[in-house]
């Protein structure tokens, strides 16, 4: 079975700040990663995804995530945060080897300080 | 969002009504999703429909009830809802969940906010 876990319900970071959104995951064979943004009342936005190769994956407004494969973590990071960064933020994991639906975590609050 | 488009985006409805959530994806995908988004809860998998067929029903009341006439469209039908069915209801499509070794993104509709009264 795959799972997801996002250990912070919220993170607080202020702005101008570096952040960083923790995850890890659990799966048996090789791992697609993504990353998903909810603004308050919308729909899941998707920001990155990480497939194979390079281990820093580039995505939608200035975000990127790092890919540990020892640490079984895909953390998303920014250098620099904005008060428009704050938002609910969901990492999902799908086994690359066959059929498994995406499995998404609870989610992590940002919450970016002027 | 434009590529997946949700109607209504907010709906009030008595315990008694009947009411419908309509989901259209414009990306050419083969698959839809009916997701439930409460507060302080994690997101709930509900439907998924590959191919216009029924593929996952994760324990759902029967007082819900998909439809998913061609690929491009998928229903929800709500009859006598309780108050406890109020929350967020997110559509998504992806291009084939059943292909193993795609990467099968999912992409989000706005929601609709349901109020049950």
């Known amino acids: 079975a795959q799972s997801v876990a996002q250990p912070e319900d919220q993170v607080n970071v202020a702005e101008g700040n570096p952040l960083t959104v923790k995850c890890t995951y659990s799966?048996?064979?090789?791992?697609?990663l993504f990353w998903y943004v909810q603004y308050p009342n919308r729909g899941l936005q998707f920001l990155l995804k990480y497939i194979t190769g390079d281990n820093l994956v580039k995505g939608s407004y200035g975000f990127e995530a790092e890919f540990n494969k020892s640490q079984t973590s895909f953390h998303l990071k920014k250098p620099s945060a904005l008060v428009s960064d704050s938002a609910l933020y969901f990492c999902?994991?799908?086994?690359?080897?066959?059929?498994?639906?995406?499995?998404f975590g609870t989610g992590t609050k940002l919450q970016v300080i002027p | 969002e434009t590529g997946v488009t949700q109607t209504p985006r907010h709906l009030v409805m008595g315990m008694t009504n009947k009411k419908s959530l309509k989901c259209e994806q414009h990306?050419?995908?083969?698959?839809m999703y009916w997701y439930k988004q409460s507060a302080k809860k994690p997101l709930e998998l509900m439907f998924v429909?590959?191919?216009?067929?029924?593929?996952e029903n994760n324990s759902v009341p029967s007082r819900f009830s998909p439809e998913c006439p061609n690929s491009s469209h998928l229903f929800l039908h709500l009859h006598t809802l309780q108050p406890e069915d109020s929350a967020l209801y997110l559509c998504?499509?992806?291009?084939?969940?059943?292909?193993?070794?795609?990467?099968?993104?999912?992409?989000f509709g706005p929601g609709t906010r349901l109020t049950v009264l």
């Open positions: 799966v048996s064979g090789n791992p697609y």
């Open positions: 429909y590959s191919l216009e067929e029924r593929v």
């Open positions: 999902a994991v799908r086994d690359a080897g066959g059929y498994q639906k995406v499995t």
């Open positions: 998504a499509s992806s291009q084939d969940p059943y292909s193993g070794g795609t990467t099968d993104t999912q992409y």
């Open positions: 990306l050419g995908h083969n698959a």
